[in-house]
């Protein structure tokens, strides 16, 4: 997505979902209510868990405002389960140099493993259901197959070039979000051909277990009920979701006293 020009960047609330952003080109910078926060840039993933509530502030950095530029990436929102939507407030900083980096056996596609597992390669990131997110980079013509559990949902974004999923072949360019069907495995292919300014296919290939449970929702609260989702406007409303900048430091394992 293109960076746009903030000249008074606005402070979000958040409740009971973690948003996971991943940069692939560009920079940008997190603030949140709890501490956590910092710069993320090419290949960089932040994975902020909102828990009980948290504000934050997420905007290109004055240098980018005033230069202009753009900024690529991708933002994902993953439910709780009910019995952790209560939790403390939490923020990871993935660098790029931390992710798993596995290559298709002809070297046609690597494969950056952020959070799950693929074929026993582990990434970095923490989750609170299983869930696997992959970041794949397709040469023109190059195909996977990759494993997937079977009680997982599955799906890619493309977020440049084209080619088709699944065994048969279903065509996918920029923009679209191809979901799969049951089954142990996944497949991409990228065509042979591919627009001359996106030389690759590059998707994001994701998954997890259903949580199966009743939703309340309203912008960024996520809740289980109605009654769940009036008590977090009210939280957000009485100033309960805390202040920027934080007034206590936060950790990866939690707040600190």
Do not use: C
């Not at 080109?25 to 960089?44: E, R």
């Not at 493309?158 to 048969?168: I, N, P, Q, R």
């Amino acid at each position: 997505m293109p960076a746009v020009t903030v000249e008074n960047p606005l402070t979000l609330p958040r409740v009971a979902a973690s948003a996971d952003a991943v940069s692939i080109d560009g920079i940008f910078d997190h603030q949140d209510s709890q501490g956590g926060g910092g710069t993320i840039t090419n290949g960089d993933t932040q994975w902020m868990t909102a828990g009980s509530g948290l504000l934050h502030i997420e905007a290109p950095p004055e240098s980018l405002v005033v230069s202009g530029g753009l900024f690529h990436g991708l933002q994902l929102w993953v439910n709780l389960p009910a019995k952790d939507k209560m939790m403390a407030p939490r923020y990871q900083d993935i660098r790029g140099g931390q992710v798993q980096l596995l290559a298709s056996p002809d070297g046609g596609a690597l494969l950056r493993v952020i959070a799950g597992e693929l074929d026993g390669h582990a990434g970095p990131g923490i989750t609170h259901t299983p869930i696997t997110m992959i970041h794949a980079t397709l040469a023109p013509g190059a195909e996977v197959t990759l494993p997937w559990r079977e009680d997982f949902n599955g799906l890619a974004y493309v977020l440049a070039g084209k080619g088709s999923v699944g065994t048969e072949r279903r065509p996918i360019h920029l923009g679209q979000t191809a979901v799969f069907g049951s089954g142990s495995s996944l497949t991409v292919r990228a065509d042979e051909k591919q627009d001359s300014h996106t030389p690759d296919l590059e998707v994001v290939l994701l998954g997890g277990q259903p949580i199966r449970e009743p939703m309340a929702h309203y912008g960024p609260f996520v809740m289980n009920t109605q009654a769940e989702l009036q008590q977090a406007f009210e939280d957000f409303q009485k100033g309960r979701l805390g202040t920027i900048p934080a007034v206590h430091g936060m950790t990866e394992a939690g707040p600190q006293e």
